[in-house]
Nanobody, 122 residues
Framework: QVQLVESGGGLVQAGGSLRLSCIVSGRTFRRYVMGWFRQAPGKDREFVTAISLSGGSIYYADSVKGRFTISRENAKNTVYLQMNNLKPEDTAVYYC???????????????WGQGTQVTVSS
């Protein structure tokens, strides 16, 4: 099966920045809509952002719009999440996801990374 490995998480002060990376195994990366989800302690997993196969269509959750940027390099089988002006409420485990799509108004995905912890201190 497809494997996804995230990196780049860590501890940062409010207002700071982090860049997450996700490397996807296999030969089918360019066929997948990619995205990021996150899960805070005691909360459900929530959609953060998604990017189409060519990068021509991008979607962001309202909570991160204007602060986070998703991008992809298909030749490297890699998707990125640049996070700027981080807030304490951004603290969560961030998961890379493949085959992201909307079903019945909800964002879902078929393949998931192991997650990387992002902690934003005040």
């Amino acid at each position: 099966q497809v494997q996804l490995v995230e990196s780049g998480g860590g501890l940062v002060q409010a207002g700071g920045s982090l860049r997450l990376s996700c490397i996807v195994s296999g030969r089918t990366f360019r066929r997948y809509v990619m995205g990021w989800f996150r899960q805070a302690p005691g909360k459900d997993r929530e959609f953060v952002t998604a990017i189409s196969l060519s990068g021509g269509s991008i979607y962001y959750a309202d909570s991160v719009k204007g602060r986070f940027t998703i991008s992809r390099e298909n030749a490297k089988n890699t998707v990125y999440l640049q996070m700027n002006n981080l807030k304490p409420e951004d603290t969560a485990v961030y998961y890379c996801a493949a085959d992201v799509r909307a079903e019945r108004g909800l964002w879902v995905a078929d393949y998931w990374g192991q997650g990387t912890q992002v902690t934003v201190s005040s």
